[in-house]
């Protein structure tokens, strides 16, 4: 790349690509005359650092250093692979999330596609080396017949054949070859003769898979129609556009992406993984053809290295993909669509533990478009709209005319009292009779979460939770002790039930086999196909639970989470919720919250062709505030109660939280990081900021490893990244202790 204007900048400031918290700040390097040309924002370098060579980024030329003796760059190992304004966001993300900087600019680097260096070990001790990238381009031959009045000799059929099936356009050679079997010695011999004309081009891998269904028409409703003209009219705004499940948020989604693909801009379309089947896809392909490339984890790394070339080079406009897409290499992007908001998959679980739904707000503010879409918002979200930062759009109705279903709540703390120990009450059990005499078809859906165990009153339904952070105990068995995740509050477990002296009290849990027990034993004549971890391990395990269920002409879909995310199933006339408690009382302030996503999601899912359907969810409290919300279709019933728990309380969005976990095999010396890492926290704190813990995590142990938390509440909009940056800094664990900074965490467990 040819730039004059650069050759007085003889400095280059590189971000060397190595993972250590420490070596944050860019490097300066000498640029040697005979670079300077190719020297550029972006480009992978091979840089020296301490005794060996390291590859690096530039994110900066510039004219002049503190350093007075600068190493130069070794060389320029390709061309630039992501913008001046991508090292700035990445800057933010390391900033925001005390992320290694390194760690937040990979986010943008091609999939496979940047070089590195490894180390390797030899007879003659340690070496390194540099690893080109492993992923390239892909080429294609394509066969054209340039002469249409060739007539091959009559000897050789395989050349009549070729160009007979040339006669109806070009074709490539790898599809002649799949039609006639080997062909290139033929193709020679017509090439030879000026017959055909043989012309290598970019194959892009990844585009297959999506049904190329036809696009069908829609006209808007009122609502969608003014939700696009809000879209339209505040660019740069970041809009929550809510509505219920076939409420037709897609529809809005491909008119603004419509809009600015006819301005010349680019969209990126965030779907959550679980989500991002070949029909999603396929909806966006319909309407936006060659334009749309698609970026997610189950594609190989040819093909997503391609997709996101398709990108990069402007062949493609719009990408559909899951969280990570948010860095793809889109041109002249404009519109940012987020569907599902609320989902906790949009924040990284592993260094950057960014959240894709706060980047793009933060993306918002150089004038992008953002829309988030949800039948359930975040509190997050809510609270953004209600103060009048983010901008609300609703979609009331579903545009299909179907009604939603009829929602029953059992109180099983009063099937418990009338008598009733089975774990299906009154009215499941008569409506599974039901399902079986009208040959129809039911969705059960067990709630768990395995590991964290909890007490409850069989009788009236009480669980005992933490006096300082309202958040349920965890029950040990070990010690026999209540535990509070949170704050680390312990207390001895009570023989009977505080509020009404029951002797009911009991761990809190069935397993998927007892319930398919015993469904089998009351409904013998059921058919019942299970879907949960156990039943459903390697590939496509889950697509064979689906597909079988799908063949029935009537059973049971028994399963845990998997069954309540975005999965249609028209015949489907009941869907029981089993124990709705579960997720009320995970260790986690936001309980609440999702007990009522997941309630409304489970909901969304009966009823979905032509009769109504009915919904039955089993819990011992009836009252609270999400199963209300449910029940009676008013979401404001869990929003206010939940707004005014979490201010009383602080918890986001009315404090900013940090979540730092320490772990490692040797407990002492995680104990002896967490404890000094909480030190160093408490003594740089602001006025305001709380420092909970250090306390066992939830998750006390995961495999071998121990693991303690710390967290820290803050005013919402503390720089809670730079202070964990720098108590991080300041400590220096003992080997084999690992510490996880986690900024506004989504999974307190
Ligand atoms: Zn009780
Ligand atoms: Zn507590």
Same mark, same amino acid.
């Given at each position: ?6 050759s007085w900048?003889?400095?280059a400031?590189?971000? *060397?690509d ?5 070596l ?14 190719t ?14 060579n390291?590859v ?10 503190t350093i007075?003796?600068l190493k130069?760059i070794?060389?320029?190992?390709g ?7 991508a090292?700035?966001?990445a ?5 925001? =999330?005390?992320?290694p ?6 986010l ?6 940047a070089?590195?260096?490894t180390r ?5 001790g340690?070496?390194?080396?540099? *690893? ?7 080429e294609?031959?394509?066969v054209t ?5 060739f007539?091959?000799s ?6 009549r054949s070729?160009?007979?099936a040339?006669r109806?356009?070009?074709?490539t050679?790898?599809e ?9 010695a ?15 081009r970019r ?6 898979g999506?049904p ?7 006209t ?23 509505? *219920?499940?076939?409420?037709g948020?897609?529809?809005v =989604? ?8 006819a ?5 990126i379309?965030?779907?959550p993984e679980?989500?991002l ?11 936006f053809?060659p334009?749309?490339?698609?970026l997610? !984890?189950?594609?190989s790394?040819g ?8 990108l990069?080079?402007g062949e ?7 969280r990570?897409a ?14 599902e908001e609320h989902? #906790?998959? =949009?924040?990284?679980? !592993?260094?950057?533990r ?11 503010e150089?004038?992008? #478009?953002?829309v988030?879409?949800t039948a ?5 979200a809510r ?6 930062r ?8 579903r545009v299909t ?22 774990m299906?009450s ?6 599974l009779?039901e399902?079986l005499?009208r040959?129809s078809k ?5 709630n768990?979460?395995?590991?964290a ?6 009788e ?7 006096p ?6 965890t ?12 704050c680390?509050?312990?207390e ?10 029951s002797?009911?009290?009991?761990r809190?849990g ?21 879907m ?6 390697g590939?496509?395990g889950h ?6 269920f799908?063949?029935?002409d009537s ?12 999965l249609?199933y028209p ?5 029981g ?8 009382h995970?260790?986690?302030?936001r ?6 996503q997941l ?6 899912r ?6 109504p359907?009915?919904?039955?969810i089993?819990? =011992? ?17 869990l929003?206010?109660?939940e707004?005014?728990?979490r201010?009383?309380?602080g918890?986001?969005p009315?404090s900013?939280?940090?979540?730092v976990v320490v ?8 104990r002896?990081a ?8 408490t003594a740089?704190a ?6 909970l813990g ?5 998750l ?7 693991r303690?938390?710390i ?20 400590v #220096?664990?003992?080997k ?6 986690d900024?506004d ?5």
């Amino acid at each position: 790349m040819m730039n004059d204007s650069n050759s007085w900048l003889r400095i280059a400031r590189v971000v *060397v690509d190595v993972r250590t918290r420490t070596l944050d700040e860019p490097f300066d390097y000498a640029v040697p005359e005979t670079l300077s040309d190719t020297v550029a924002v972006g480009c992978p370098v091979l840089v020296p650092l301490g005794p060996r060579n390291v590859v690096g980024y530039v994110v900066q030329r510039v004219a002049t250093s503190t350093i007075t003796r600068l190493k130069p760059i070794q060389s320029v190992l390709g061309t630039p692979l992501f913008t001046e304004s991508a090292y700035h966001l990445a800057r933010w993300i390391a900033d925001e =999330y005390a992320a290694p900087l390194s760690e937040a600019l990979r986010l943008f680097l091609p999939p496979g596609g940047a070089p590195r260096v490894t180390r390797q070990e030899g007879p003659e001790g340690v070496s390194w080396k540099l *690893v080109s990238p492993t992923v390239k381009a892909a080429e294609e031959r394509l066969v054209t017949l340039i002469d249409a009045t060739f007539e091959p000799s009559r000897a050789s059929h395989l050349q009549r054949s070729v160009v007979d099936a040339l006669r109806e356009g070009p074709v490539t050679v790898g599809e002649l070859t799949a039609e006639l079997g080997p062909v290139s010695a033929a193709l020679t011999a017509l090439e030879k003769r000026g017959a055909v004309s043989l012309v290598s081009r970019r194959r892009w891998r990844g585009a297959g898979g999506s049904p190329t269904r036809p696009d069908t028409s829609h006209t808007l409703s009122a609502a969608q129609e003014s939700a696009v003209a809000a879209i339209a009219a505040h660019p740069g705004s970041v809009f929550v556009l809510e509505g *219920v499940t076939g409420s037709g948020k897609t529809e809005v =989604y491909l008119r603004a992406i419509s809009r600015v693909l006819a301005e010349g801009g680019g969209a990126i379309v965030l779907v959550p993984e679980i989500s991002l089947t070949p029909q999603t896809v396929g909806r966006f392909r319909a309407r936006f053809g060659p334009a749309v490339a698609v970026l997610h !984890s189950r594609l190989s790394v040819g093909e997503r290295f391609d997709q996101w070339d398709l990108l990069a080079k402007g062949e493609a406009q719009v990408v559909v993909g899951a969280r990570s897409a948010l860095f793809a290499p889109v041109k002249d992007l404009r519109l940012i669509i987020i569907d599902e908001e609320h989902e #906790t998959s =949009y924040k990284q679980g !592993s260094a950057p533990r960014y959240h894709a739904r706060d980047v793009a707000a933060r993306m918002s503010e150089s004038g992008i #478009t953002v829309v988030l879409g949800t039948a359930t918002p975040s509190l997050e979200a809510r609270d953004a709209v209600d103060s009048g930062r983010w901008r609300g759009l609703a979609l009331p109705d579903r545009v299909t005319g179907a009604g939603r279903p009829e929602i029953v709540v059992v109180d099983m703390g009063a099937e418990f009292g009338d008598g009733n120990r089975s774990m299906f009450s009154t009215a499941l059990g008569e409506a599974l009779d039901e399902i079986l005499a009208r040959k129809s078809k039911a969705v059960l859906f067990l709630n768990r979460r395995g590991f964290a165990s909890f007490l409850l009153c069989r009788e009236c339904g009480f669980v005992p939770r933490c006096p300082s952070c309202s958040v349920s105990l965890t029950y040990h068995e070990r010690g026999d002790r209540l535990v509070c995740h949170h704050c680390g509050h312990n207390e001895p477990s009570p023989i009977a039930c505080p509020r009404c002296s029951s002797p009911y009290l009991r761990r809190f849990g069935a397993g998927t086999q007892r319930v398919e027990d015993e469904l089998r034993a009351r409904w013998p004549g059921l058919a019942v196909v299970r879907m949960d971890a156990d039943t459903t391990t390697g590939k496509g395990g889950h697509d064979r639970a689906l597909t079988a269920f799908e063949a029935l002409d009537s059973g049971v879909l028994l399963g845990t989470q998997m069954v309540a995310k975005g999965l249609d199933y028209p015949e489907v006339t009941l869907v029981g919720v089993i124990n709705a408690d579960t997720t009320m009382h995970l260790p986690d302030f936001r309980a609440a919250e999702r007990t009522y996503q997941l309630l409304e999601q489970v909901s969304g899912r009966a009823g979905r062709g032509a009769e109504p359907g009915t919904v039955i969810i089993q819990t =011992y409290w009836p009252d609270h505030p999400g199963v209300r919300a449910v029940e009676s279709r008013d979401a404001n019933i869990l929003y206010d109660e939940e707004r005014a728990l979490r201010k009383e309380l602080g918890w986001p969005p009315y404090s900013r939280l940090a979540n730092v976990v320490v772990s490692g095999e040797e407990e002492k010396n995680v104990r002896a990081a967490a404890a000094s890492i909480a030190d160093q926290l408490t003594a740089s704190a602001d006025d305001g900021w709380r420092i909970l813990g250090p306390a066992d995590s939830a998750l006390a142990r995961v495999k071998r490893a121990y693991r303690r938390h710390i967290l820290v509440k803050a005013p919402p909009g503390a720089p809670l990244g730079a202070a964990l940056r720098d108590a991080l800094a300041a400590v #220096t664990p003992a080997k084999g202790v690992s510490v996880a900074p986690d900024v506004d965490p989504v999974d307190l467990l």
